[in-house]
């Protein structure tokens, strides 16, 4: 008779999984408990729901043109400042900048027919007329990131004389060549009876929406993950920080979604030039400022064939594209990005733009030099 053998591999792989899964209770903190965002800042501009952040300096000496980041309007700012040792925000402190971010609130039912007229003609263009009173400067640099690096290319467009550099980091641009999942759902659905149906997007239709594009990687392998690496503090720190940041996601106002999903997934409007917001033409040969573009070789959220086009849309002769072999999230809370940045500037930005900075960082953002 044949017995049958099990590798004693498995059964201990299996024993120690129900283990873990049986303590996880015990070993994992509730979410109030997780804390997100340790970078100290001041609320320098509120206006609605929207909130303008100062953070404050961590050095005697900044650079003059502050940096003002547009963050996305999908989920919350806290992912660029979600661990202090891959703090995008605390890295640019770091190198001198005087640094600004606007937080896009949380919308709620009173705010579902705002849309792009209100967002980058009023509360964008508030943040930036208050960041130059304060500063006492003409212009600004504007970092956006993914939807908000959209945000800040439509406004660099409207508003180019008081933007003195724009980095658009993972932007939405050309909607007809993003690949992705979510892009292609978005192409081929009724907004218009979604809006009208639920008013605002809510945070779960949103969820849903990011949780289908990789199905067994979010539902299950993820969990699994966390489990098998319950006793690592780094491990489980670092994940319960990125659900906390997922499960904070805001609604988005109804209009402006559907104006989105309109303009730039279905019919492409932003990067044929043929996009208006309240009667005035959004052009993107009005960008004649120095432009920096940074696409995601491994993005699943915005496909570097929607980022790209923007590069070669603009008028400006003072431009970079730069891809790198990271994903979505990892643009902007990676600490292998950051010296990947560094490494690119000594042998790229430093010659190029012969700048007379001395901090490598600096370059990246300031493009030109403050003087």
């Excluded at 106002?253 to 996009?275: A, C, R, S, T």
């Amino acid at each position: 008779m044949t017995q049958n053998k099990f590798d004693p591999k498995i059964i201990g792989e299996f024993l120690n999984f129900t283990r873990n899964l049986a303590e996880a209770p015990m070993k994992v903190s509730v979410p109030h408990q997780i804390s997100i965002g340790s970078t100290q800042f001041d609320v320098a501009y509120k206006e609605d729901k929207i909130r303008l952040l100062h953070f404050k300096p961590l050095t005697t000496k900044q650079i003059r043109t502050p940096l003002l980041i547009s963050y996305a309007i999908v989920n919350r700012y806290h992912i660029f400042d979600i661990d202090t040792k891959k703090s995008w925000v605390r890295n640019l402190l770091e190198q001198g900048f005087d640094l600004y971010l606007i937080d896009w609130g949380t919308p709620t039912k009173i705010d579902k027919f705002l849309g792009f007229h209100e967002y980058i003609n009023g509360y964008m263009d508030n943040c930036v007329n208050f960041i130059c009173d304060e500063s006492s400067v003409d212009k600004v640099s504007i970092q956006g990131y993914c939807t908000g690096g959209t945000l800040a290319t439509v406004y660099s467009s409207l508003h180019p004389e008081k933007v003195k550099n724009l980095i658009a980091t993972a932007p939405v641009i050309d909607g007809w060549k993003d690949t992705t999942v979510v892009s292609n759902i978005a192409k081929f659905f009724d907004v218009d009876k979604l809006v009208d149906t639920v008013g605002n997007m809510p945070p779960e239709f949103i969820y849903f929406c990011f949780s289908i594009l990789k199905p067994f990687e979010q539902g299950v392998e993820k969990y699994m993950k966390f489990l098998n690496n319950i006793d690592n503090k780094k491990f489980v720190d670092s994940f319960l920080k990125i659900e906390k940041w997922l499960d904070e996601t805001p609604p988005i106002p109804g209009e402006l979604f559907k104006q989105w999903i309109k303009g730039i997934y279905q019919d492409n409007l932003l990067v044929q030039n043929k996009m208006y917001v309240r009667n005035k033409q959004v052009s993107l040969k009005n960008l004649k400022m120095p432009v920096f573009t940074q696409v995601a070789v491994g993005d699943h959220l915005v496909s570097p064939e929607c980022s790209m086009p923007l590069h070669y849309a603009i008028s400006s002769t003072d431009k970079i594209l730069k891809l790198y072999p990271t994903g979505h999230v990892g643009m902007i809370a990676s600490s292998f990005l950051v010296n990947l940045f560094i490494c690119f500037l000594y042998s790229t930005f430093c010659c190029f733009w012969k700048s007379s900075v001395d901090s490598c960082l600096v370059c990246i953002f300031s493009l030109q030099s403050d003087g």
